[in-house]
């Protein structure tokens, strides 16, 4: 039900949350949206101070990490319900391991997002209880592994995976995971893609959804060709959220 509004005005694309091409600023209905968060946000009402949104959106100043690590506390909305607040650990890649406040709802909010992402290449997923919506896959000596569903998705499941070979028992064990759930996309870094390559792990996913740093031209020809399906930059960020989609046409980024 959270989702709902969310996925509604997503999947309608209507003329008020589009802007036209020859513009340089979001539509009116996110102006007014930001407008409303920016006069919530101790943070960002210091940052824009009497700035017009509409006429200043390109000479808005931007922030950094180091923004939020200095004082998370000020991104919180006066009007957030803190007892829903939780605290997501980013991994660090850029940077120092920063904690950065959220809410179940952003948090989850990346489902309709892939879902929609997907769309636009063409691409529907089965979901049921009975299915497996997507592998996401890892290469590390030690991180978490776990499995889940998602109720949104209609119960559709999930797992977490470590492809290093330490994490299973016999080598053999990851390929007969594979086999045994067929992930209908895997999501991942192009480092743990290039390491499934590598291993010669056998799918026929829908897509690769390539995301955390940049991947070479060369090894998303290899996957594309090894597992016949396309490689979507997925451009995401933990103190963020989701981002941008690469265009199904090749043209740049859908943000």
């Known amino acids: 039900?959270?989702?709902?509004?969310?996925?509604?005005?997503?999947?309608?694309?209507?003329?008020?949350?589009?802007?036209?091409?020859?513009?340089?600023?979001?539509?009116?209905?996110?102006?007014?949206?930001?407008?409303?968060?920016?006069?919530?946000?101790?943070?960002?009402?210091?940052?824009?101070?009497?700035?017009?949104?509409?006429?200043?959106?390109?000479?808005?100043?931007?922030?950094?990490?180091?923004?939020?690590?200095?004082?998370?506390?000020?991104?919180?909305?006066?009007?957030?319900?803190?007892?829903?607040?939780?605290?997501?650990?980013?991994?660090?890649?850029?940077?120092?391991?920063?904690?950065?406040?959220?809410?179940?709802?952003?948090?989850?909010?990346?489902?309709?997002?892939?879902?929609?992402?997907?769309?636009?290449?063409?691409?529907?997923?089965?979901?049921?209880?009975?299915?497996?919506?997507?592998?996401?896959?890892?290469?590390?000596?030690?991180?978490?592994?776990?499995?889940?569903s998602f109720s949104y998705w209609n119960g559709a499941g999930f797992a977490k995976l470590n492809l290093h070979p330490d994490a299973w028992r016999d080598p053999a064990d990851a390929q007969a995971y594979f086999d045994a759930f067929q992930p209908q996309f895997l999501a991942g870094d192009p480092l743990s893609f290039a390491a499934m390559a590598n291993l010669g792990l056998l799918a026929r996913p829908l897509a690769l959804l390539t995301t955390a740093v940049a991947m070479s031209p060369a090894l998303k020809d290899l996957l594309r060709e090894q597992y016949g399906c396309p490689v979507i930059d997925w451009y995401s960020l933990t103190e963020t959220g989701a981002l941008a989609y690469a265009c199904p046409l090749g043209e740049g980024y859908h943000w």
């Open 1 to 148: 039900a959270a989702f709902d509004g969310f996925n509604t005005t997503l999947g309608a694309g209507t003329l008020a949350t589009q802007r036209d091409g020859r513009e340089r600023r979001p539509a009116p209905a996110i102006l007014a949206w930001a407008r409303d968060r920016i006069a919530a946000t101790p943070f960002l009402r210091r940052l824009v101070k009497h700035r017009e949104l509409a006429s200043d959106w390109i000479a808005l100043p931007s922030t950094g990490r180091a923004d939020l690590a200095q004082g998370p506390e000020y991104w919180v909305p006066d009007d957030a319900d803190l007892a829903r607040m939780i605290l997501y650990r980013t991994a660090g890649t850029s940077g120092h391991a920063l904690g950065v406040p959220s809410d179940p709802v952003a948090v989850n909010a990346y489902l309709p997002l892939i879902q929609y992402a997907l769309g636009r290449w063409g691409l529907t997923l089965e979901l049921a209880p009975e299915r497996v919506s997507h592998f996401l896959v890892g290469h590390q000596a030690r991180t978490v592994s776990y499995p889940a």
